[in-house]
């Protein structure tokens, strides 16, 4: 298994920026394909990017494709998602998780950052 601590939230002003990092321990961390995902209150968890066990590939949601990059540093464990351009609607709490890639979804999740935008 492997266990994942967010951070870097926080409040910004719509436009401004963040950078979160998901820091990870435990198991190997360069075999997991990692992802961050976001909740706000009463809605369901939403994808926002993944990115392949070596960094090769990624993928991003249309919400965020254009100001939101995911990268990885293996050699420190860490996940990280830089936001730009920030809107009130990317105000949730975001979360990082891990699967390995015979799994479809996250088994793994962290235990979420909090991200306030004000317009």
């Known amino acids: 298994q492997v266990q994942l601590v967010e951070s870097g939230g926080g409040l910004v002003q719509a436009g401004g920026s963040l950078r979160l990092s998901c820091a990870a321990s435990?198991?190997?961390?360069?075999?997991?394909?990692l992802a961050w995902f976001r909740q706000s209150d009463g809605k369901e968890r939403e994808f926002l990017a993944d990115?392949?066990?070596?960094?090769?590939?990624?993928n991003y949601a249309d919400s965020v494709k254009g100001r939101f990059t995911i990268s990885r540093n293996n050699a420190e464990s860490t996940l990280y998602l830089q936001m730009n351009n920030l809107k009130p609607e990317d105000t949730a709490v975001y979360y990082c998780?891990?699967?390995?890639?015979?799994?479809?979804?996250?088994?793994?999740w962290g235990q979420g950052t909090q991200v306030t935008v004000s317009s």
């Open positions: 998780g891990a699967r390995e890639p015979a799994y479809r979804d996250p088994r793994y």
């Open positions: 435990g198991r190997t961390f360069s075999k997991y394909i």
């Open positions: 990115i392949g066990s070596s960094g090769g590939w990624v």
